[in-house]
């Protein structure tokens, strides 16, 4: 048994990881730990654990979340927040993961640096963002992306205000949104922000774009997967989950 650590704030899209934990079909554990942060997951208020400690209740918040890791077994831990980790840039989110994991005392990643090494284990480089952020938000995200080597040939921004709004959209507002995003040039669409719920339509949407589809809540666990040296062959959860053998050792 593997048991992954997901650190997530709010209460927005969670119902996703017990839907990613049952297509997974394998023998890992995924153990969603609220950081009791009621604030919208993509506001701007720096994000718990931010390496400036400037977030509210910061030591607290982390000290609780380091105990809730050890109970829970946890080998690896990933802060499931997309725009709490890029909005402090390429060097401040690393150093944002080596607190936590200095912290935690296990392998430590975010969201965002998931979705890069996602990229780069399905071979992509030239990617489409479909994401609910407001503009300046949406180009963050796309710098980040830049810094980690990948470029964002095309961008699109619903503008939503809070994470609240995106967790009350269904499938069909998902589809629309990664369809106004995507281009021929894309190799790949990145969907940001873990309030989206993606699980149950990504392989659905690959099959309609054509093309590998990475979001947020299921990069936040691949990434976790990769920490403790797993891969899972889950075709229900898109490309990223095909890289291995249908036979589990």
Same mark, same amino acid.
């Given at each position: 048994?593997?048991?992954?650590?997901?650190?997530?704030?709010?209460?927005?899209?969670?119902? !996703?990881? /017990?839907?990613?934990?049952?297509?997974?079909?394998? !023998?890992?554990? @995924?153990?969603?730990?609220?950081?009791?942060?009621?604030?919208?997951? *993509? $506001?701007?208020?720096?994000?718990? $654990?931010?390496?400036? *400690?400037?977030? /509210?209740?910061?030591?607290?918040?982390?000290?609780?979340?380091?105990?809730?890791?050890?109970?829970?077994?946890?080998?690896?831990? @990933?802060?499931?927040?997309?725009?709490?980790?890029?909005?402090?840039?390429?060097? *401040?989110?690393?150093?944002?993961?080596?607190?936590?994991?200095?912290?935690?005392?296990?392998?430590?990643?975010?969201?965002?640096?998931?979705?890069?090494?996602?990229?780069?284990?399905?071979?992509?480089?030239?990617? +489409?963002?479909?994401?609910?952020?407001?503009? !300046?938000?949406?180009?963050?995200?796309?710098?980040?992306?830049?810094?980690? $080597?990948?470029?964002?040939?095309? +961008?699109?921004?619903?503008?939503?205000?809070?994470?609240?709004?995106?967790? $009350?959209?269904?499938?069909?507002?998902?589809?629309?949104? +990664?369809?106004?995003?995507?281009?021929?040039?894309?190799?790949?669409?990145?969907?940001?922000?873990?309030?989206?719920?993606?699980?149950?339509?990504?392989?659905?949407?690959?099959?309609?774009?054509?093309? /590998? @589809?990475?979001?947020?809540?299921?990069?936040? @666990?691949?990434?976790?997967?990769?920490?403790?040296?797993?891969?899972?062959?889950?075709?229900?959860?898109?490309?990223?989950?095909?890289?291995?053998?249908?036979?589990?050792?």
């Amino acid at each position: 048994m593997t048991a992954l650590g997901i650190l997530y704030p709010g209460h927005f899209a969670e119902d !996703d990881y /017990p839907r990613i934990e049952q297509l997974l079909g394998s !023998d890992i554990r @995924v153990d969603l730990i609220g950081t009791e942060n009621e604030e919208d997951a *993509g $506001g701007t208020a720096t994000a718990p $654990g931010a390496p400036d *400690g400037s977030a /509210p209740d910061h030591d607290a918040w982390l000290r609780r979340s380091v105990e809730a890791l050890r109970l829970s077994g946890a080998e690896a831990v @990933v802060w499931a927040n997309t725009r709490g980790g890029f909005d402090q840039g390429w060097e *401040g989110a690393h150093a944002q993961v080596r607190e936590l994991a200095l912290a935690a005392g296990m392998p430590a990643s975010s969201t965002s640096f998931g979705f890069v090494n996602a990229a780069r284990e399905i071979g992509v480089r030239r990617v +489409a963002v479909a994401a609910p952020y407001a503009d !300046d938000v949406t180009a963050r995200f796309t710098q980040f992306l830049r810094a980690g $080597g990948l470029e964002a040939v095309a +961008a699109h921004s619903a503008g939503q205000a809070t994470a609240a709004e995106v967790a $009350g959209w269904g499938e069909a507002q998902v589809r629309a949104l +990664a369809r106004a995003a995507d281009t021929a040039d894309a190799q790949a669409l990145l969907v940001p922000c873990t309030a989206l719920h993606t699980a149950s339509c990504v392989a659905e949407l690959e099959k309609e774009l054509g093309k /590998p @589809v990475l979001t947020a809540n299921q990069v936040t @666990v691949w990434e976790a997967l990769r920490l403790t040296d797993r891969r899972v062959n889950a075709p229900g959860l898109g490309a990223l989950f095909t890289r291995e053998p249908v036979v589990q050792v």
